[in-house]
T-cell receptor, first 113, second 117 residues
Framework: AQTVTQSQPEMSVQEAETVTLSCTYD???????LFWYKQPPSRQMILVIR??????QNATENRFSVNFQKAAKSFSLKISDSQLGDTAMYFC??????????FGTGTRLQVTL | GAVVSQHPSWVICKSGTSVKIECRSL??????MFWYRQFPKQSLMLMAT?????????EQGVEKDKFLINHASLTLSTLTVTSAHPEDSSFYIC?????????????FGSGTQLSVL
């Protein structure tokens, strides 16, 4: 079974600074997908970024980028130029092809002035 | 972009009653939908995978007679919490899989807060 671990229950960052959220996973699969989801206070799940395991290049979406280390099974999320609206729970997730999502326990990010 | 509508957003019911939650994919057909449960300050836990035209696949520890899932059409899945009790109070979220594009995508509903008195 796949497991996803987020070792940081809470993080805090000042506005305009950069923060990195950690995620590790365990799988015996070679082809899979990794995701970061954001859940703001509204509790709507919002896809932040996705990474296909077969792609060596790290995914980027505007201020969000990942550091995908396949051998180490690590998938961290970097948020640059943090904004107050980035305050949310962030979940790392894993999925095999055409299969279900497995979520990590989440990291609560607080962006402060 | 694709939208998944989940209804109701919140519901309060008396213990012993049944509650139905609907999940609709508005602009794509979803042969597969997923139902999650989320307790306060915790992660999403998959309850079951809903398959159009066939029986749902339940995760270990989830009572299928308690949480009835029906996926009668390509755009609608329903979760019925039968004989609800206070311990069933939780946030329930659905998601729908869109496999029609070049890459598979998953879209989430806005969730339903269930409070059982």
């Amino acid at each position: 079974a796949q497991t996803v671990t987020q070792s940081q229950p809470e993080m805090s960052v000042q506005e305009a600074e950069t923060v990195t959220l950690s995620c590790t996973y365990d799988t015996s699969e070679s082809n899979y997908y990794l995701f970061w989801y954001k859940q703001p206070p509204s509790r709507q799940m919002i896809l932040v970024i996705r990474q296909e395991a077969y792609k060596q290049q790290n995914a980027t979406e505007n201020r969000f980028s990942v550091n995908f280390q396949k051998a180490a099974k690590s998938f961290s999320l970097k948020i640059s130029d943090s904004q107050l609206g980035d305050t949310a729970m962030y979940f790392c997730a894993f999925r095999r092809t055409a299969s279900k999502l497995t979520f990590g326990t989440g990291t609560r990010l607080q962006v402060t002035l | 972009g694709a939208v998944v509508s989940q209804h109701p957003s919140w519901v309060i019911c008396k213990s012993g009653t049944s509650v139905k939650i609907e999940c609709r994919s508005l602009d794509f057909q979803a042969t597969t939908m997923f139902w999650y449960r989320q307790f306060p300050k915790q992660s999403l836990m998959l309850m079951a995978t809903s398959n159009e035209g066939s029986k749902a696949t339940y995760e270990q520890g989830v009572e299928k007679d308690k949480f009835l899932i029906n996926h009668a059409s390509l755009t609608l899945s329903t979760l019925t919490v039968t004989s609800a009790h206070p311990e069933d109070s939780s946030f329930y979220i659905c998601s729908a899989r869109d496999q029609q594009g070049a890459e598979e995508k998953l879209f989430f509903g806005s969730g339903t807060q269930l409070s059982v008195l």
